[in-house]
């Protein structure tokens, strides 16, 4: 297949799977999504073990006795104690506490004719039992080979889903299945949250169950739990294909429809989350659709209903590497097997796992940013949705750049220049929110202080990358020079607009900017010579004073005359820069004035008479070096009431030079 088609696949299996034993007559296949290990059960006289997990500590092998075919089999957390399930009516466990012990211990479910429809580890030492009469905590206690019951709940159950990431639970209630009750576990207990009702596109007479355990998912999207509904609607006229409902929860209470996502088809489809999105994988057509939950769609005061992010895709095609037959067979590359995408096999777990159970594979669903790019062509919608990635920098960073090149194509796109920095110094300001909230955290010894009249900040930034200045500064603004075949044909006023409008989008989201970039903007305005335009910029404090700015006008004074005077009034208006405004008035020979601003500073006993005196020498003027030292005598008869000059004041060789000036000339008449 051609490069350019593979690259239009936004997603893909992970390189390396966990292989494990195929499903077979005598192999089960079990997987624990809590700790993500799959189980490979051999029976027949013994039952044999190999549990395959993410890492070395959740990997093993073992035997035990065989007592019947296994139903269920999960670890607790802490890899200490297995429980299994064997009958409807009891599970049992198993202690790993350093070797496999050989005693197993029993817990039967409460009733006589309650049934376990699975159970569930929601801690280290701590397991929920789920029925179809409710739900039963015990704390496992493996010292004493026993559980204790905790606490337990009646209600008539269909099925349940879990999540690890929240510790909530879902229980399926009514004959249709479609009442929750939504059930957050804690330490050594558990709490309801409010029952909420799933809507349904046709409720069937007679009734019967028809919102099914395979419809319905547990996902955390963007740090807040959700229920994830498939809804298949029914086949006719004006039938629109099937949605996903998701239902937000919030504070762990109470449970809001918020998003509705449009697949526009219909059949069998499997959902994953991805790096907070959801994926929808369409069994008959092949393809994958993305949705961003954080995008903006299209809402009813109520509902938000988003489109895929981008075309439907196939997932990138894989092969998997087969072990070489026997030991003498010889071949230059290892031997590959082309994976059935989509297969029927296929079986979906969360958040992004694919276990092909007859092929002996566990795959992760990986996201590629880089298709993207090109898939969505929208600039700021595309930013929006890599600034709400991992990892995504590098390609945002290339994004910009391509952008922000200083073309003729790009020179079309000012407006959108203008909103794309915008969304990035929202989410930059939302990041710099947050660390000024944990600096405000620290202990007052600290030395800072918080105002209580300063309005409330977000706990968490708006997106998973910000783009600062120093990014922009080092990738894209600090390489403006190297297109200097461009200068003529508009490019240089295009950089220059870039950078001020940067500057604007950053004042305009109270975001302090950097001297850097100040320094890069009043380069660029006088390597282009948009002089009215510096001095706009600096007349209207549109760049902040500050020393080493008036150092840099200082020295681009041969370039731009008035940088002179702009960088005098900036010293100015720096109460701390007195010493630099005098340095410059002598090093342009402007003595007198010089003199004039240390009167004005009220500074004029503490001014060195020698600096004074060697600048009006320079000059080369015998009158300004008469005022100067006459100004100086004065100042002395003043504080010592004597006029001559202290040995400390180091002034000697300005005494000679004043009395060769004009004592000899008073002596020669």
Same mark, same amino acid.
């Given at each position: *297949?051609?490069?350019?088609?593979?690259?239009?696949?936004?997603?893909?299996?992970?390189?390396?799977?966990?292989?494990?034993?195929?499903?077979?007559?005598?192999?089960?296949?079990?997987?624990?999504? /809590?700790?993500?290990?799959?189980?490979?059960?051999?029976?027949?006289?013994?039952?044999?073990?190999?549990?395959?997990?993410?890492?070395?500590?959740?990997?093993?092998?073992?035997?035990?006795?065989?007592?019947?075919?296994?139903?269920?089999?999960?670890?607790?957390?802490?890899?200490?104690?297995?429980?299994?399930?064997?009958?409807?009516?009891?599970?049992?466990?198993?202690?790993?506490?350093?070797?496999?012990?050989?005693?197993?211990?029993?817990?039967?479910?409460?009733?006589?004719?309650?049934?376990?429809?699975?159970?569930?580890?929601?801690?280290?030492?701590?397991?929920?039992?789920?029925?179809?009469?409710?739900?039963?905590?015990?704390?496992?206690?493996?010292?004493?080979?026993?559980?204790? %019951?905790?606490?337990?709940?009646? *209600?008539?159950?269909?099925?349940?889903?879990?999540?690890?990431?929240?510790?909530?639970?879902? $229980?399926?209630?009514?004959?249709?299945?479609? @009442?929750?009750?939504?059930?957050?576990?804690?330490?050594?207990?558990?709490?309801?949250?409010?029952?909420?009702?799933?809507? $349904?596109?046709?409720?069937?007479?007679?009734?019967?169950?028809?919102?099914?355990?395979? &419809?319905?998912?547990?996902?955390?999207?963007?740090?807040?739990?959700?229920?994830?509904?498939?809804?298949?609607?029914?086949?006719?006229?004006?039938?629109?294909?099937?949605?996903?409902?998701?239902?937000?929860?919030?504070?762990?209470?109470?449970?809001?429809?918020?998003?509705?996502?449009?697949? &526009?088809?219909?059949?069998?489809?499997?959902?994953?989350?991805?790096?907070?999105?959801?994926?929808?994988?369409?069994?008959? /057509?092949?393809?994958?659709?993305?949705?961003?939950?954080?995008?903006?769609?299209?809402?009813?005061?109520?509902?938000?209903?988003?489109?895929?992010?981008?075309?439907?895709?196939?997932?990138?095609?894989?092969?998997?590497?087969?072990?070489?037959?026997?030991?003498?067979?010889?071949?230059?590359?290892?031997?590959?097997?082309?994976?059935?995408?989509?297969?029927?096999?296929?079986?979906?777990?969360?958040?992004?796992?694919?276990?092909?159970?007859?092929?002996?594979?566990?795959?992760?669903?990986?996201?590629?940013?880089?298709?993207?790019?090109?898939?969505?062509?929208?600039?700021?919608?595309?930013?929006?949705?890599?600034?709400?990635?991992?990892?995504?920098?590098?390609?945002?960073?290339?994004?910009?750049?391509?952008?922000?090149?200083?073309?003729?194509?790009?020179?079309?796109?000012?407006?959108?220049?203008?909103?794309?920095?915008?969304?990035?110094? &929202?989410?930059?300001?939302?990041?710099?929110?947050?660390?000024?909230?944990?600096?405000?955290? *620290?202990?007052?010894?600290?030395?800072?202080?918080?105002?209580?009249?300063?309005?409330?900040?977000?706990?968490?930034?708006?997106?998973?990358?910000?783009?600062?200045?120093?990014?922009?500064?080092?990738?894209?603004?600090?390489?403006?020079?190297?297109?200097?075949?461009?200068?003529?044909?508009?490019?240089?006023?295009?950089?220059?607009?870039? $950078?001020?409008?940067?500057?604007?989008?950053?004042?305009?989201?109270?975001?302090?900017?950097?001297?850097?970039?100040?320094?890069?903007?009043?380069?660029?305005?006088?390597?282009?010579?948009?002089?009215?335009?510096?001095?706009?910029?600096? @007349?209207?404090?549109?760049?902040? &004073?500050?020393?080493?700015? %008036?150092?840099?006008?200082?020295?681009?004074?041969?370039?731009?005359?008035?940088?002179?005077?702009?960088?005098?009034?900036?010293?100015?208006?720096?109460?701390?820069?007195?010493?630099?405004?005098?340095?410059?008035?002598?090093?342009?020979?402007?003595?007198?004035?010089?003199?004039?601003?240390?009167?004005?500073?009220?500074?004029?006993?503490?001014?060195?008479?020698?600096?004074?005196?060697?600048? %009006?020498?320079?000059?080369?003027?015998?009158?300004?070096?008469?005022?100067?030292?006459?100004?100086?005598?004065?100042?002395? @008869?003043?504080?010592?009431?004597?006029?001559?000059?202290?040995?400390?004041?180091?002034?000697? %060789?300005?005494?000679?030079?004043? @009395?060769?000036?004009?004592?000899?000339?008073?002596?020669?008449?």
């Amino acid at each position: *297949m051609a490069d350019s088609q593979i690259e239009h696949y936004y997603l893909e299996l992970s390189a390396n799977p966990i292989r494990f034993e195929a499903v077979s007559k005598v192999v089960n296949v079990f997987f624990d999504d /809590s700790n993500k290990q799959v189980f490979a059960v051999r029976s027949g006289g013994v039952t044999g073990v190999i549990v395959q997990g993410p890492t070395e500590q959740t990997t093993r092998s073992f035997r035990m006795e065989d007592k019947g075919p296994v139903i269920s089999i999960k670890f607790s957390p802490d890899q200490q104690v297995l429980a299994l399930q064997r009958t409807k009516t009891s599970v049992e466990f198993v202690n790993f506490l350093g070797e496999m012990e050989s005693f197993e211990y029993s817990q039967s479910c409460k009733g006589k004719n309650t049934v376990i429809l699975g159970f569930v580890w929601t801690h280290s030492n701590e397991i929920v039992f789920v029925t179809d009469h409710g739900i039963e905590l015990y704390q496992v206690q493996p010292e004493k080979h026993s559980l204790k %019951a905790l606490k337990s709940y009646s *209600m008539s159950v269909n099925w349940f889903v879990f999540c690890p990431q929240s510790n909530l639970m879902l $229980l399926s209630t009514s004959t249709l299945g479609n @009442q929750m009750q939504p059930m957050f576990f804690r330490q050594g207990t558990y709490s309801k949250l409010n029952k909420l009702e799933i809507d $349904l596109p046709v409720v069937p007479k007679p009734a019967k169950l028809c919102l099914l355990e395979r &419809d319905v998912t547990l996902a955390v999207l963007y740090g807040q739990p959700c229920i994830v509904v498939l809804r298949h609607q029914p086949r006719g006229v004006g039938n629109t294909g099937a949605e996903v409902v998701v239902y937000t929860i919030l504070k762990m209470s109470t449970v809001k429809k918020s998003h509705i996502l449009r697949l &526009d088809m219909s059949g069998r489809f499997a959902i994953n989350v991805v790096d907070n999105l959801i994926i929808v994988h369409h069994q008959a /057509s092949k393809t994958s659709m993305l949705f961003d939950i954080n995008l903006p769609g299209e809402s009813d005061g109520f509902v938000t209903y988003h489109q895929p992010v981008a075309p439907a895709q196939p997932i990138k095609p894989f092969s998997l590497r087969l072990p070489i037959a026997t030991a003498s067979q010889v071949l230059s590359e290892p031997a590959q097997l082309k994976c059935e995408l989509y297969s029927p096999n296929w079986v979906v777990f969360q958040p992004n796992i694919v276990i092909d159970a007859k092929l002996g594979c566990l795959w992760y669903v990986e996201l590629r940013l880089q298709p993207m790019v090109e898939l969505i062509q929208d600039r700021c919608l595309l930013v929006d949705f890599l600034m709400q990635r991992r990892d995504s920098k590098a390609v945002i960073i290339k994004v910009l750049q391509n952008i922000l090149e200083p073309t003729e194509k790009n020179r079309g796109y000012l407006v959108v220049i203008s909103e794309l920095f915008d969304h990035l110094n &929202d989410v930059y300001r939302s990041f710099l929110e947050v660390e000024m909230q944990s600096q405000m955290g *620290m202990p007052a010894s600290s030395g800072l202080s918080v105002s209580p009249a300063k309005p409330t900040v977000p706990v968490a930034p708006k997106a998973s990358v910000v783009i600062d200045q120093a990014d922009l500064y080092t990738h894209v603004f600090s390489h403006f020079a190297d297109y200097k075949d461009e200068e003529n044909n508009g490019g240089g006023k295009f950089i220059v607009w870039i $950078l001020l409008e940067y500057i604007r989008s950053l004042t305009d989201y109270h975001i302090p900017v950097q001297h850097y970039l100040h320094e890069l903007v009043i380069n660029s305005l006088v390597h282009y010579k948009a002089y009215y335009q510096l001095h706009q910029l600096l @007349q209207y404090h549109v760049v902040s &004073d500050s020393k080493p700015l %008036a150092c840099l006008l200082l020295s681009l004074e041969n370039l731009y005359p008035a940088a002179h005077q702009l960088a005098l009034d900036m010293l100015r208006r720096l109460s701390t820069a007195n010493e630099e405004i005098i340095e410059v008035l002598l090093s342009k020979q402007q003595i007198l004035p010089a003199l004039r601003f240390v009167r004005s500073t009220g500074s004029v006993d503490q001014v060195s008479a020698r600096k004074f005196l060697e600048a %009006a020498k320079a000059t080369e003027d015998p009158t300004i070096f008469y005022s100067v030292y006459r100004f100086f005598e004065q100042r002395n @008869q003043r504080l010592k009431g004597d006029p001559a000059f202290s040995k400390g004041e180091h002034c000697e %060789a300005y005494i000679q030079h004043f @009395q060769e000036l004009f004592c000899d000339a008073n002596s020669n008449t």
